[in-house]
């Protein structure tokens, strides 16, 4: 098995492409060793001293490394030979449901519902792709009909990353704005 890695713009952050689905679809994230329990995977990435995020995509790994002195060439052979070792075991990736399979859902009413479809549909075909190959994704999180503010979430290598803002405002608020004329600004929740 050969697993590549690619840097992210967030320097704390590498991604790892086992060359094999990951999630299939969707994406997990684990801000804690608590939450990786529900992995068998993130468990044992979590038990590597560094680590101190993981994320899944569809077909990669994003591993987010703490500030202290531990640098990437000498983490990077343990969080690879934790990804062997799992795909090697033949476990499932976790026992639990999707965890975006809800996310953003809300009781909207009148024109906010088509709203609301229009922006989750620009995120899925236009922004979550080129989100997802600097190893990270973008959520829907809500909707202000009232001020027109539309709330998002940066996870796996774009949170945090020193470039998520301006990716946020340069970017994907210019694009919503464009394509949905009642979007007036983007936020990012945490």
Same mark, same amino acid.
């Given at each position: 098995?050969?697993?590549?890695?690619?840097?992210?713009?967030?320097?704390?952050?590498?991604?790892?492409?086992?060359?094999?689905?990951?999630?299939?679809?969707?994406?997990?994230e684990y801000r804690d060793?608590?939450?990786?329990?529900?992995s068998p995977l993130a468990a044992a990435l979590f038990e590597i001293e560094? *680590?101190?995020? *993981?994320?899944?995509?569809?077909?990669?790994?994003t591993i987010t490394k703490g500030d202290g002195d531990l640098e990437w060439k000498h983490l990077k052979p343990h969080v690879l030979a934790a990804i062997m070792d799992h795909y090697v075991s033949g476990q499932a990736l976790e026992g639990g449901a999707n965890q975006?399979?809800?996310?953003?859902?809300?009781?909207y009413t009148g024109d906010a519902v088509q709203i609301v479809a229009e922006i989750k549909d620009l995120l899925d075909?236009?922004?979550?792709?080129?989100?997802?190959q600097d190893g990270g994704d973008i959520l829907f999180d809500r909707y202000e009909p009232d001020t027109g503010v539309v709330w998002l979430q940066m996870r796996g290598a774009c949170s945090g990353c020193p470039s998520s803002t301006a990716t946020l405002?340069?970017?994907?608020?210019?694009?919503?704005?464009h394509y949905v004329p009642? *979007?007036?600004?983007?936020?990012?929740?945490?």
């Open positions: 098995m050969f697993i590549q890695t690619e840097a992210t713009p967030n320097p704390q952050v590498l991604k790892f492409i086992p060359g094999r689905d990951v999630t299939g679809a969707g994406t997990r060793a608590r939450e990786a329990a529900a560094g *680590v101190t995020r *993981v994320f899944f995509g569809a077909d990669f790994v975006d399979a809800a996310h953003g859902e809300g009781d075909s236009r922004i979550r792709p080129s989100v997802a405002k340069s970017g994907v608020e210019n694009m919503l704005k009642e *979007v007036t600004r983007v936020e990012q929740t945490l």
